[in-house]
């Protein structure tokens, strides 16, 4: 069974840097294609970055184009969010996702195993 387990998310201040991790068990995580997707209060789970199973080829929303990086350790079977210039708006349970394949996904449908989230809110 697959288990995904984030961590790193907590209370910053607008234009402070934050990683978030998410280790990844149960299933051989090199094949699969990583994703991060955010949910903000009382709004619905929309998609961050995701990555392809080497890490060769990432795509980023445009709404952190240039202030979010994703990127994974296949050793440590592990994907990473960096997160720089941190805005109020980026408040939200952050997840990560297990593709269904070995491709860089940016649909919901296309991930189909879940981690529980870690929250990151940034006050203003």
């Known amino acids: 069974q697959v288990q995904l387990v984030e961590s790193g998310g907590r209370l910053v201040q607008a234009g402070d840097s934050l990683r978030l991790s998410c280790i990844a068990s149960g299933r051989t995580f090199s094949n699969y294609g990583m994703g991060w997707f955010r949910q903000a209060p009382g709004k619905e789970r929309v998609f961050v970055a995701s990555?392809?199973?080497?890490?060769?080829?990432?795509y980023v929303a445009d709404s952190v184009k240039g202030r979010f990086t994703i990127s994974r350790d296949n050793a440590k079977n592990t994907v990473y969010l960096e997160m720089n210039s941190l805005k109020f708006e980026d408040t939200a349970n952050y997840y990560c996702a297990l593709g269904v394949g070995g491709g860089t996904y940016r649909l919901q449908g296309l991930y189909d195993a879940w981690g529980q989230g870690t929250r990151v809110t940034v006050s203003s």
């Open positions: 990555i392809n199973w080497n890490g060769d080829s990432t």
